[in-house]
Structures are given as structure tokens and as C-alpha cells.
């Protein structure tokens, strides 16, 4: 299948999910009171994270067709995200600085003069472009990896806090082995062994981060294993199943959601630093930083680049972070308002 | 070893010789270094439709023995007859058409219901687990049916737990364990986390449903007021042994071993004629992992004399009930050979 037809697929299933979740949220009081809470408290960091989410579905919504045959007539072929549409026709030769009418080095005019916000960059691509393309990349990292992870340390956790014994000793073997090998070497090492792309990014990424959630639940489980309204369930006869989908995994869905919005500005950073490495994923902010490295050095600096770069991973790592802390006011038991 | 069983016919439940302990683990290898002996020979019974309450201190064991029948914790050993099945010897699955007839209403009303789950769906639960209703609106209809019998708005059932009173919420609890139309509901200091005036309402609510129902109950706590009210037959419990047994009101006007004579001494009293005299029982009740040898009561006993240090009394029977006190040993008569205390 076509890459941008897997892309288009995922944008459906993105909006069927929110869709699915903003329906769930309706009709269920407690997490309809928690999001209204969330909102009161931190509007302007949903506003942020929802402009970046918005530009990261708009860049990937692409199809075929509709692009004039201009100078590159490789690029007339590949399928176009709106967002590229938007950004059509705004290719100049080499570097430009913000809203220059000529090129950085040497003063050649531009073909758009004045029309570049964040300047162009060494192939004359504009930054702004380069930059809004990189909200795609980031949230698909953090996402992708999330998929991966929370499954995983769900499971883990939940089983081993839950049927304790052997499977706990198991597991928590497991978590501790991962938990002494150096974070950013057994990432280097996962990407080497499979190969660098955003897939094997995201398993790496994932492999490594699923210890800090799985220990969380596991240590929860442990605790509400011991509850009353468990104990209830057993003597009612309730499936062990069936306890932990109803009354154990829900009363986990709090710390899920707070982990996993910590842990999703956490893995943007680390692929940061990947990139930083070499092993990053391709159009990321991380690469822009990682490029800016050498443009830093020249004479006079190439500034812009690493600007709108580092400025739209802050933004989205500053917002995503306040978003967390409210939310971890919000739903943690021990601060919820409706316990007497 | 054991008074001989009541006279009339064989009870709802029977819990013979039960013995759960629970391991101490240690060590690299976490070997097992010793037992807490939570519940160490325990012989109950339960007739049907009436009330035994199983008294004790915090840490006695008495809330083991309620788990330990509902099967929620494994007894090493020992039979529990319900209905003339011993559950022990059960498998699980087998065991699960027995969890129906027994219920339990547990101590903590915020512990004790889902907070991420309808009040409908919670009592609901145990009725979708064994089959009980035609389907979904049936079940809503029974439970507020339910509601209703423990003396709740059944316009209420769509709300979350957090949004009731403690009381109101005990009486979710009640009409869950009900929703399985049981025989025998274990209450495991089923009022005590309540103010005394919701108290008074829960007891006259259980007692009602008793009427009503004809239900069983081991009333598991540790407020002696309650058991006169409400229960038939009471059991004092210590340090996972039953010390003394018998019929409510000879208990408490006639106890037979002495730390069901503290125990009574310790109730307060509203008449200031009848001032609480000074504990009759000191200290703390010793580790049920190292119990004290002989009499496991000794080392706070304050009638305790050579015999109590060296050998463990068995239970011996006085006018209505047994006890377990070498005082009470209608052989040896009147207590010779007594040491000073």
C-alpha cells in the first residue's frame, strides 16, 4: 500500500477515535467533570497542543494529483499533504533570512521576496514549512511509541501486581534488568539491530519506556488487588477477567493518562537527542537542530533555523507538560474533589 | 475437644478445626521463616436464619475467619460445612455456585463500592455473575427493588458511590450481598466505620431483612453493644482462637473466661453510678506469629496461675455455652492450687 493511503487510514482512525472518546467523556460524568476541570485550569496549553495536533492532521491528509508539473518533476508525482499544498511554490535556491527579498550569501534575488516568515533553509526550502511539517513527526513519535508502550506495561504490570507469585517474580525481573542498562545505549543499540526508521524509532523508544508505567501499575494493582470492592467481586463470583477489566483497569485509567502525557513529551525529547546522534527520524525538529549544528559555525550564523526549530519543540513540550502536571492535579485520588 | 454441637438439627454453616495461616517469607531466596497463626483451630456454627457474632480485638484474626469461609484467603486446614457441603474440599468453579448463598458486607463504605462505577451497576454485579434477571432492564428493575428494601431512592441507582452518605452507602453495600438472594451474609464489622446513630439505623435494617428473608448472619466486630442487639449466639475470639462461646445473654450476664469479663469491664457506661473500673486486661495482645505457650491469654490474664504458663486449656463446656479457661473446668471445681496473680 501506498504510504500516504496508510497515512490518510490513520487520520480516520484518529478523528473515529477522538470522536469515540469525546462520546465516552459525554456520558460519563467523572471524566466529562475532569476534562471541563482541565480546561477551566489550562486553556491556552489545550489551545497550543491542539494547533499542533490540527497542523500534524493537516500534514498528513495527502493524495495524488493537482500539483502543476513545476521545475522537480520527481516531486509531481508524490502524493501531497494539505499541508504541503499550502506551502507550494515557495522553493528558492539557498539560504534566506526571515522575510529577506535577497539570498543570504551572494544576494540573489529571491523568487519570493519577503514571503519567507522563518527565512529558507541550505536547499531553499522555507522553514516555516520544515518546521509545521515537523508537529507530524513529533506527535507520530510520540503516539506510535504510546501505542507501543502502554499496552505493553499495562499487561505487565497489571498481571504481575494482580496474580503475583512466579509472574510478578518474572516481571519484575524483567523491569529491573531493563531498569540498570543505560536508557540511551540499549535505544542505540535497538535502532542499530533494526535498522533506522520512524518504525523501528518508535519499537526502540517503546522497548525503553514501558518500565516506568508498568512499575506504576503494577504497585497500583498490587494495592487495589487488596480492596474491598475486589474482595466483593470475588465473593460474588466474578470472573478474575472480568475483575480486572471492570474494577482494576479503571480505577488504573487516571494514572495511565497522566503517565502517558508525561511520557509523550519525554520520548519527543529523547528523539531529539537521537537525531542529535544521527539515528533520528527523518524531517524531525530534532534533525533541523541536529543541521543547525554546522550552520551555528558559519560566518555569519545561520540563526533561523534552529530558532523555529527549538521554539516549536519547546512550545509543544511546555504546553504538553502543563497539560500533564493539571491533569495529575485533577484525576490523582488523593487530590480529587469529590472524596469526602 | 469441642462442646458438643447444639442439640437441634444441623446448621446453615459449620466451621470445624479452621486454621489459616499465612506465611512469613525472608531472606535472598524468600524462604518461609514462620507463620502468622491468623486464625489457629476455630469451630463455629451458624443456624439458619439466626445470629452469631464473633467478637474480638483489632489483629484477633476474627476478619480471616470471615475471609477464610468466603474462600477469599486458603485455610491450611479444616472444614467449612455450609448446607452440609464442606467448601474446602470445592473447586473453584465449583465453589462458585456456593459464593451466591453466602455474601459479605464489608467495614469501610468508601473501600467497599467501585468510586468508577453506577450504584446500579455495582449492585447489579453479583446478579449478572450468576445469571439472576432476564436482562438488563429486569436487573435495573430489581435493583430498584432493592434499593427500595434497604430503604434507599430507587430514582438514585444512576449515581456514583461518591455521591452518598456513609450510611447510605452501607445500605449499597447490603443490597448488593442481597442481590443474590443468600442464605448467609458474613458482616465484617458491617457498622463499625459509622456514626452510632446511622449504626442504630443499619442493625435495625439488618435485623428487619433477617425478619423478612430469613437470613443467616456471622456478625463479624468488635463492639459489644451491637452484638447484644442484634445477635443470637455470640463467640469471643483471641489471638486466632475461640475463647469463649455460648448464648448472648448468658455471655454477658454469666462470662466464663476472663477476657470476656475485661472485655465486658471495658464497655463504657452512660449511668455514672457504674463508672468503668480500671482495665481488668493490660498490654497488647501478643504477635499471632510467636503466640505465648500454654494459655495464649496467660501474659494478660488477671486471674493467670501456674497451670495457665504451661498447658493449653481446651474448651470446656459451662451452663450455656464453652470456654476456654482452666477456671471453668467443671472437674477441677472450685480453683485450687492457684498462684497469686
Known amino acids: 500500500m501506498e504510504p500516504h493511503v496508510i497515512s490518510n487510514v490513520v487520520v480516520v482512525l484518529v478523528l473515529l477515535a477522538g470522536f469515540g472518546i469525546a462520546a465516552f467523556v459525554r456520558r460519563n460524568r467523572m471524566w466529562n467533570d475532569a476534562l471541563r476541570e482541565l480546561w477551566r485550569r489550562r486553556p491556552v496549553a489545550i489551545v497550543v497542543v491542539a494547533i499542533y495536533a490540527g497542523v500534524a492532521l493537516l500534514d498528513s491528509a495527502a493524495w495524488m494529483g493537482g500539483v502543476e508539473s ?39 534575488d529571491l523568487a519570493h521576496p519577503g514571503s519567507h516568515p522563518f527565512g ?14 515537523g508537529a507530524r ?39 529491573s534488568t531493563l531498569a540498570s542498562i543505560p536508557g540511551l545505549l540499549l535505544l542505540i543499540a535497538l535502532i542499530m539491530v533494526m535498522g533506522q526508521s520512524t518504525f523501528s524509532v518508535c519499537i526502540a523508544l517503546g522497548v ?45 485509567m487516571h494514572l495511565v493518562i497522566i503517565t502517558f502525557v508525561l511520557m509523550f513529551s519525554g520520548l519527543v525529547l529523547s528523539e531529539a537527542i ?50 500533564g502536571d493539571a491533569l495529575r492535579d485533577i484525576l490523582d485520588p488523593r487530590t480529587l474533589r469529590d472524596q469526602p | 475437644m469441642s462442646a458438643a454441637p447444639q442439640a437441634s438439627a444441623e446448621p446453615l454453616l459449620r466451621v470445624e478445626a479452621l486454621r489459616t495461616w499465612f506465611p512469613i517469607h525472608a531472606g535472598l531466596l524468600q524462604r518461609v521463616v514462620g507463620w502468622v497463626r491468623a486464625v489457629d483451630g476455630v469451630d463455629l456454627a451458624v443456624p439458619a436464619g439466626g445470629t452469631l457474632a464473633l467478637v474480638g480485638e483489632s489483629g484477633c484474626g476474627k476478619t480471616t475467619v470471615g475471609h477464610s469461609i468466603l474462600r477469599l484467603v486458603e485455610p491450611q486446614e479444616g472444614a467449612v460445612v455450609f448446607d452440609g457441603v464442606d467448601l474446602m474440599s470445592l473447586s473453584p468453579a465449583a465453589m462458585r455456585a456456593y459464593r451466591q448463598q453466602i455474601q459479605v458486607v464489608f467495614q469501610d463504605p468508601m473501600a467497599s463500592l467501585d468510586p468508577r462505577m453506577r450504584v446500579r451497576d455495582i449492585v447489579a454485579e453479583g446478579m ?18 432493592l434499593f427500595e428494601r434497604v430503604q434507599l431512592d430507587p430514582d438514585q441507582i444512576w449515581r456514583y458511590p461518591h455521591e452518598f452518605s456513609g450510611g447510605q452507602r452501607q445500605r449499597i453495600g447490603i443490597a448488593r450481598a442481597l442481590a443474590v438472594e443468600p442464605r448467609l451474609v458474613i458482616c465484617d464489622e458491617a457498622v463499625s466505620a459509622l456514626d452510632v446513630s446511622i449504626q442504630a ?6 435485623r428487619d431483612l433477617q425478619r423478612e428473608l430469613g437470613l443467616a448472619y456471622l456478625f463479624i466486630t468488635h463492639d459489644l453493644g451491637v452484638v447484644r442487639y442484634l445477635a443470637d449466639e455470640v463467640a469471643v475470639m483471641y489471638l486466632g482462637q475461640i475463647v469463649e462461646r455460648g448464648e448472648t445473654e448468658a455471655v454477658f450476664q454469666r462470662p466464663a473466661h476472663p477476657y470476656t469479663r475485661g472485655l465486658l469491664a471495658a464497655v463504657p457506661s ?13 498490654g497488647d495482645v501478643p504477635s499471632p506469629a510467636d503466640p505465648p505457650p500454654g494459655c495464649r491469654f496467660h501474659t494478660r490474664c488477671p486471674e493467670v496461675f501456674a497451670r495457665c504458663r504451661a498447658e493449653a486449656p481446651p474448651l470446656f463446656r459451662v451452663s450455656e455455652g464453652a470456654a476456654r479457661c482452666f477456671l471453668a473446668d467443671p472437674e477441677a471445681g472450685s480453683p485450687q492450687g492457684r498462684a497469686g496473680p
Open chain 1, 70 to 108: 513545476g521545475e522537480d518533476v520527481v516531486a509531481a508525482h508524490e502524493a501531497k499533504s494539505v499541508l504541503d499544498r499550502l506551502f507550494l511554490g515557495t522553493q528558492e535556491k539557498s539560504y534566506s533570512a526571515p522575510f529577506a527579498d535577497a539570498e543570504f550569501y551572494g544576494g540573489a
Open chain 1, 120 to 133: 529558507t533553509d541550505i536547499l531553499g526550502r522555507d522553514v516555516l514549512y520544515l518546521t509545521l511539517k
Open chain 1, 137 to 175: 513527526v513529533a506527535l507520530l513519535i510520540g503516539g506510535l511509541t504510546s501505542l507501543i508502550a502502554i499496552p505493553l506495561a499495562l499487561l505487565l504490570g497489571v498481571s504481575a501486581g494482580y496474580f503475583g507469585g512466579r509472574l510478578d517474580d518474572a516481571v519484575f525481573f524483567l523491569i
Open chain 1, 208 to 252: 525503553t519506556s514501558w518500565v516506568g508505567l508498568s512499575r506504576v501499575t503494577r504497585g497500583e494493582t498490587l494495592k487495589l488487588r487488596e480492596l474491598d470492592y475486589v474482595k466483593a467481586a470475588r465473593a460474588l463470583g466474578v470472573s478474575q477477567l472480568r475483575i480486572l477489566v471492570r474494577h482494576i483497569l479503571p480505577n488504573l
Open chain 1, 274 to 323: 537521537l537525531s542529535w546522534l544521527g539515528i533520528g527520524v527523518d524531517g524531525s525538529w530534532g534533525q533541523m537542530i541536529d543541521q543547525a549544528r554546522d550552520e551555528l559555525t558559519r560566518s555569519p550564523i545561520i540563526w533561523w533555523n534552529i530558532l523555529a526549530s527549538g521554539t516549536a519543540l519547546f512550545g509543544l513540550l511546555l504546553a504538553v507538560n502543563f497539560v
Open chain 2, 128 to 145: 449478572q455473575s450468576f445469571g439472576i434477571g432476564t436482562g438488563t432492564a429486569d436487573r435495573t428493575r430489581r435493583v430498584g427493588e
Open chain 2, 201 to 206: 439505623q443499619i442493625l435495625n435494617l439488618l
Open chain 2, 270 to 282: 452512660v449511668d455514672p453510678e457504674r463508672r468503668s473500673p480500671p482495665p481488668q486486661v493490660l
